[in-house]
């Protein structure tokens, strides 16, 4: 018997589930592995993903290992084999090209956002290799699909529902709007399409407050924002933007407007301990909404299930949005294995095209009710997501939509 390389590092404690950690040996009869390389941002700007994230996703391909691999394809385990892109997009193509040619892996995955993912592009086009993004709102590879949120049917029109639903819904007196976004591609798109179905709904966009992601304050960003006095501050903000924004409101002692957007700026469950609670509960609980694809209340069995798994089996102690994102993922790939005809490019690609979890389904962890499938685009059909408010105890309570809500929204002053 050998024992496999393992390249993918663990570092993370408490991921243990008897033979589901344990290094797999393969027989000199076993199936060869199935290689998946991993290409997360685990350092950077853009770490706070990746690092929540991976261990989620390992326990997940660990637990699939266990319970006999890849079945249709005698029982093959699969070997992650990790590489950190450190949040710079050329060295997310310079990775791939190493993990595609000197590796020799069937898969790629990982954090992959929109930057990375045109960075990405040309390379995948070129070797031919199925890619699945954990978080890219866009596109552009014909080799590449994506669980995260299209920036049209997705981030737009998930928050430009929600606007909506504040103003008819709810009676919240919305008449203007300014876009606070993070500027950069998937900002940018998002704040394309969401002004012209804001503007199309009657809501007045009174201006833009675009936030420079390489700011180490966003002062400038909250003044403009207070001096236009909009009913509502909307757009697609990241982690490290929002802590930037929420800090300036909180400096600025600022009300005046709704704040909702998404989606780690203003739902990812690490604000509080990055701000801190005086901050937290100063601007977090005050006319404040976050989208986001997971929240612990949410009505869903299947995300319920995972969360406790998550939690009491794996013994993580971060898991938020990113832990369920990248546990969705494994999911996904057992699927793309064990329906593809082999493990060739194009066998691969027709089964990510056939992908097929249904709502109620236990494997589905995220918020669609419609289930999850890739369009043509290779974006997901149903790009919804879910709004929620936060409680002074640090709690979220989901609002939107209704079938998944805990209870209504409610203006806090």
């Given at each position: 018997?050998?024992?496999?390389?393992?390249?993918?590092?663990?570092?993370?404690?408490g991921?243990?589930?008897?033979?589901?950690?344990?290094?797999?040996?393969?027989t000199?009869?076993?199936?060869?592995p199935?290689?998946?390389?991993?290409?997360?941002?685990?350092?950077?700007?853009?770490?706070?993903?990746?690092?929540?994230?991976?261990?989620?996703f390992?326990?997940?391909?660990?637990?699939?290992?266990?319970?006999?691999?890849?079945?249709?394809?005698?029982?093959?385990?699969?070997?992650?084999?990790?590489?950190?892109?450190?949040?710079?997009?050329?060295r997310?193509?310079?990775?791939?090209?190493?993990?595609?040619?000197?590796?020799?892996?069937?898969?790629?995955?990982?954090?992959i956002?929109?930057?990375?993912?045109?960075?990405?592009?040309?390379?995948?086009?070129?070797?031919?290799?199925?890619?699945?993004?954990v978080?890219?709102?866009?596109?552009?590879?014909?080799?590449?699909?994506?669980?995260?949120?299209?920036?049209?049917?997705?981030?737009?029109?998930?928050?430009?529902?929600?606007?909506?639903?504040?103003?008819?819904?709810?009676?919240?007196n919305?008449?203007?709007?300014?876009?606070?976004?993070?500027?950069?591609?998937?900002?940018?798109?998002?704040?394309?399409?969401?002004?012209e179905?804001?503007?199309?709904?009657?809501?007045?966009?009174?201006?833009?407050?675009?936030?420079?992601?390489?700011?180490?304050?966003?002062?400038?960003?909250?003044?403009?924002?207070?001096?236009?006095?909009?009913?509502?501050?909307?757009?697609?903000?990241?982690?490290?933007d929002?802590?930037?924004?929420?800090?300036?409101?909180?400096?600025?002692?600022?009300?005046?407007?709704?704040?909702?957007?998404?989606?780690?700026?203003?739902?990812?469950?690490?604000?509080?301990?990055?701000?801190?609670?005086?901050?937290?509960?100063?601007?977090?609980?005050?006319?404040?909404?976050?989208?986001?694809?997971?929240?612990?209340?949410?009505?869903?069995?299947?995300?319920?299930?995972?969360?406790?798994?998550?939690?009491?089996?794996?013994?993580?102690?971060?898991?938020?949005?990113?832990?369920?994102?990248?546990?969705?993922?494994?999911?996904?790939?057992?699927?793309?294995?064990?329906?593809?005809?082999?493990?060739?490019?194009?066998?691969?690609?027709?089964?990510?095209?056939?992908?097929?979890?249904?709502?109620?389904?236990?494997?589905?962890?995220?918020?669609?009710?419609k289930?999850?499938?890739?369009?043509?685009d290779?974006?997901?059909?149903?790009?919804?997501?879910?709004?929620?408010?936060?409680?002074?105890?640090?709690?979220?309570?989901?609002?939107?939509?209704?079938e998944?809500?805990?209870?209504?929204?409610?203006?806090?002053?």
């Open positions: 018997m050998s024992i496999t390389r393992r390249s993918f590092g663990i570092g993370t404690a991921l243990t589930l008897g033979a589901v950690a344990a290094p797999w040996i393969r000199a009869n076993a199936a060869a199935i290689k998946i390389g991993v290409i997360n941002s685990m350092s950077g700007g853009l770490a706070a993903y990746a690092q929540e994230g991976q261990p989620a390992e326990y997940i391909i660990k637990k699939i290992n266990a319970e006999g691999g890849i079945k249709s394809k005698g029982g093959a385990k699969i070997e992650l084999i990790q590489a950190d892109d450190t949040s710079q997009p050329a997310t193509a310079t990775e791939a090209r190493r993990l595609i040619t000197e590796e020799k892996v069937n898969l790629l995955t990982g954090t956002l929109s930057a990375q993912m045109l960075a990405l592009t040309p390379v995948l086009d070129e070797l031919k290799m199925p890619t699945l993004s978080w890219a709102g866009g596109s552009h590879s014909n080799y590449m699909f994506t669980l995260g949120y299209p920036y049209d049917r997705g981030y737009a029109q998930t928050m430009h529902d929600f606007v909506v639903f504040l103003r008819d819904a709810e009676k919240f919305i008449k203007t709007a300014v876009m606070g976004y993070s500027n950069y591609e998937a900002g940018q798109q998002v704040n394309k399409f969401l002004v179905k804001l503007k199309a709904s009657g809501v007045s966009v009174i201006g833009e407050a675009p936030l420079d992601i390489r700011a180490q304050d966003q002062t400038s960003a909250m003044i403009r924002i207070r001096s236009l006095k909009p009913d509502v501050v909307v757009g697609l903000v990241t982690p490290r929002g802590i930037l924004l929420h800090q300036a409101r909180y400096n600025l002692n600022y009300h005046g407007s709704i704040f909702c957007g998404g989606t780690g700026g203003y739902s990812d469950l690490s604000l509080w301990k990055d701000l801190g609670p005086e901050i937290g509960k100063a601007v977090l609980t005050k006319n404040l909404f976050g989208m986001t694809g997971f929240s612990p209340g949410a009505k869903i069995d299947s995300m319920q299930k995972v969360i406790t798994e998550l939690r009491d089996v794996a013994k993580l102690t971060r898991i938020g949005q990113g832990a369920i994102q990248y546990a969705q993922a494994g999911r996904v790939l057992q699927q793309v294995l064990e329906t593809s005809a082999s493990l060739e490019s194009d066998a691969l690609l027709d089964a990510f095209k056939k992908v097929h979890i249904p709502f109620g389904d236990p494997n589905l962890y995220v918020a669609k009710p289930g999850l499938q890739f369009a043509d290779r974006l997901l059909k149903d790009g919804s997501a879910m709004f929620i408010q936060w409680t002074p105890d640090q709690q979220q309570q989901v609002i939107f939509p209704k998944f809500a805990q209870t209504t929204p409610r203006p806090r002053v």
